[in-house]
């Protein structure tokens, strides 16, 4: 009577075996990123991981159930092949999802969740994306493998179909195999405890890639896509709004006292030239190989500007990066305002801001204005003119992503000179975007990806240096102040200290600034940016509510960015990281407090809060 039962013990349990595997994979293909990481804490992700495998392979059995059911009474449901096809399919997606899981965790440093699905809106950039792996052996590793595994659950199959064959007591038979399917709940949310089983059920200790290594992403992937558009909650809510209000309201709280660092004109405005740098990140300022400088020529325009040596990106992709810089918006822990257009429209911004001072706007960028629905919010910002690959030639579209910088910067050139002032002109770069091409020689030797990154970044720093100089020549450069920005840091090279991989360059010059060679090595925020220029400008504009203005003398040094479910808060002498999954610090460097925690969760509370009501 118990043979169906056993059929379907051997079926769960040859997917957990499978998902322990698949972390194992994982482990091999993301070892370079465990640094810091004790070796005994990774081979420990592979026990409390088996929680969540548990959970996978039980809803990949509940379909099985019901045909080991049905087979009780219907001869066809006993035949081999109906297991096998439905076994096929399911592996098939499966391995799909582990291997892209594991590149996916090499680019983001996130399991793989539903972001992956908001690029099928613009496949070309989606290939654009992955299209430098070597997709051929992925696919034909994939297909090895696939029929290796196929092969060794058809002999499971193959050898336990024989359970199915006895019928006696059909009904007793029927109740044990309903009473089994019932008891999948138990597997399916982890347990009896009260919660049912999420990502920090399967946390245990403090090392994010640890405990990121538990996690089932197959499991994950399920989860995030049901809960991706469930925004009629805030899942942040830590404490009281009035606490809140108290805990952030003297973050913001000045006396006022701002230096004017650009030169007042009751003539001419003002123009502004704001460069938006694809994955500039600070760790490569000061890196040289074989003696030659990643960065050669950004040094140099420091020491014609206003420098912040201290600042942090709002988040990790150029989708959340636009929004903070433009509109000080901060990025979203599991996504980017910018993605939804009803709320955008409310949003202040830069390119409201100089249209309705009398300012023509332009944004150029080599590729396309549709990637991550960044051309909805644009044309909500009112820039005028959006210069994208439609714009250039099909000469010029030398990279996968569309125009290299060099193209576009010539551009930019060519058209500011028959361009009516004041204007404010945004350009995002895309060459340091992966794949990381570059249409020039490389500089560094190497085919690995770090190499090829810092070769793209060597590439553009050379771009903006000659953009820089071209500008100088130009009339207008006496009126024009030009603002360097990353959009988001990027993971490489690896520290090992997750904080690093937020910070990054941002640089103030131009003709129309006062000072020179300043460095400002206060804790300030990307976020920052947009109201401190307003407020440079004399905008009467109303102040943005997520950033400060980092000329006031008397602002606070602080800044916040998020990433996947996790929060990161930084000051002048300290640096925290705390993960909303596992609920818990999981970085601290400096002289850190629990204060400094509630602020962080204060932040991001309020940000949630803001963005649900929008």
């Not at 399967?202 to 996690?215: D, K």
């Not at 549709?370 to 579209?397: P, R, V």
Request: charged residues 20%; positive net charge; hydrophobic residues 45%.
């Amino acid at each position: 009577m118990l043979k169906k039962i056993f059929f379907l013990l051997i079926y769960i349990f040859a997917w957990v075996i499978f998902f322990e595997v698949a972390r194992v994979f994982f482990l091999l293909s993301t070892m370079e990123y465990a640094k810091e990481t004790l070796s005994s804490l990774v081979i420990q992700s592979l026990w409390y991981g088996l929680k969540m495998d548990l959970s996978m392979a039980a809803y990949l059995t509940v379909l099985i159930c019901v045909f080991v059911l049905a087979a009780v009474f219907i001869p066809f449901f006993r035949k081999k092949w109906i297991y096998l096809v439905y076994t096929g399919i399911i592996l098939f997606i499966q391995l799909l999802l582990i291997i892209t899981d594991s590149e996916s965790y090499k680019a983001w440093g996130t399991r793989i969740d539903s972001t992956p699905l908001k690029f099928l809106s613009t496949p070309k950039e989606a290939w654009a994306s992955i299209n430098h792996l070597p997709i051929a052996l992925i696919i034909i590793g994939l297909v090895v493998i696939y029929l290796l595994l196929f092969w060794l659950f058809m002999k499971i199959i193959s050898r336990s179909i024989v359970l199915l064959e006895n019928n006696k007591y059909r009904f007793v038979q029927a109740s044990l195999v309903l009473l089994f399917t019932g008891l999948l709940i138990i597997p399916i949310r982890g347990g009896f405890q009260l919660s049912p089983l999420n990502q920090s059920s399967v946390y245990f200790c403090n090392s994010q890639y640890a405990n990121n290594a538990a996690i089932n992403p197959s499991w994950n992937f399920m989860f995030s896509v049901i809960q991706m558009n469930q925004l009629n909650k805030n899942v942040y809510e830590y404490m009281s709004n009035e606490d809140v209000d108290a805990i952030i309201n003297p973050l913001f709280e000045t006396e006022g006292k701002t230096e004017q660092v650009v030169y007042d004109s009751s003539s001419v405005n003002t123009n502004v030239i704001l460069i938006i740098w694809e994955s500039f990140t600070e760790k490569v300022l000061n890196k040289s190989i074989d003696g030659k400088p990643v960065i050669k020529f950004f040094p140099e325009l420091i020491k014609e500007g206003i420098y912040f040596s201290n600042c942090y990106s709002s988040g990790d992709r150029t989708d959340k990066g636009i929004g903070a810089i433009i509109s000080s918006y901060p990025a979203l822990p599991k996504g980017s305002i910018v993605n939804y257009p009803e709320k955008t429209s409310k949003l202040q911004g830069l390119g409201k801001i100089f249209s309705d001072n009398g300012y023509s706007s332009q944004f150029y960028y080599g590729g396309e204005s549709e990637f991550m629905n960044i051309k909805s919010y644009l044309n909500g910002q009112k820039f005028q003119q959006l210069i994208t690959k439609e714009n250039f030639k099909d000469a010029d579209m030398n990279s996968k992503w569309g125009a290299h910088d060099d193209v576009v910067m010539r551009k930019i050139l060519n058209d500011i000179p028959k361009r009516k002032e004041p204007f404010f002109t945004t350009w995002l770069t895309l060459s340091s975007h992966e794949p990381f091409e570059t249409p020039v020689p490389t500089v560094f030797n190497g085919n690995d990806k770090e190499t090829k990154f810092l070769n793209s970044l060597h590439y553009t720093d050379s771009v903006v240096y000659g953009f820089i100089n071209e500008l100088k020549k130009m009339p207008s450069w006496k009126n024009t102040i030009v603002i360097i920005s990353a959009d988001h840091g990027h993971y490489l090279p690896v520290t090992g200290k997750r904080a690093d991989d937020y910070r990054i360059p941002i640089l103030w010059l131009g003709g129309a600034l006062k000072k020179q060679n300043i460095v400002i090595d206060k804790t300030v925020s990307q976020l920052d940016m947009a109201g401190s220029l307003a407020q440079q400008l004399h905008f009467k504009t109303e102040l943005f509510p997520f950033g400060k203005n980092v000329f006031d003398s008397t602002s606070k040094h602080w800044a916040f960015f998020t990433y996947n479910d996790g929060i990161g808060f930084v000051t002048d002498s300290s640096r925290l990281l705390f993960d909303n999954t596992g609920k818990r610090t999981v970085f601290e460097e400096g002289k850190t407090s629990k204060e400094q925690e509630r602020i962080a969760k204060a932040l991001m509370q309020k940000l949630y809060t803001d963005f649900l009501k929008r």
